[in-house]
């Protein structure tokens, strides 16, 4: 989606990496790589502290922290409070994908009222990844 309105002289965004805060960085690696079909890029610090995760054109940072910022009050308030939204070629298809892994589902595949069709996985700290096509 190419932005053919820039204004001349601005610079140009080209990408956002999500950072989703996890528990145990080599925990969430193995989660999104195994059950979500992430590469491990890096993971930095020792004891590990921060990873970086992708796939295809998309990538998301992983930072270790003690205490989750969201606990589970706030998971039960706000149901359905993404981390992160992932547009995607075939939700239908990365449905089919993620279930045959076991991924946790958090809400299994729909069609919005827009049109859109999502599936939101959640990983083993409770962020909420949401996939779009």
């Not at 491990?40 to 998309?58: I, K, W």
Request: proline share 5%; with cysteine.
């Amino acid at each position: 989606m190419a932005d053919d309105n820039a204004a001349p002289g601005r610079s140009t965004f080209l990408a956002i990496e999500p950072q989703l805060y996890v528990s145990d960085i080599e925990a969430a690696c193995e989660y999104y790589g195994e059950r979500l079909g992430f590469t491990v890029a890096f993971v930095y610090g020792d004891p590990p502290y921060y990873a970086q995760v992708f796939r295809d054109g998309v990538q998301m940072n992983l930072r270790h922290v003690e205490r989750l910022p969201f606990d589970s009050e706030f998971r039960a308030r706000e149901e359905d409070a993404l981390s992160a939204t992932i547009i995607v070629e075939d939700a239908q298809q990365l449905a089919a994908e993620f279930e045959a892994s076991g991924a946790l589902f958090h809400q299994p595949l729909r069609t919005e009222e827009w049109g859109t069709k999502t599936i939101i996985v959640a990983d083993p700290d409770g962020n909420l990844v949401a996939f779009a096509s």
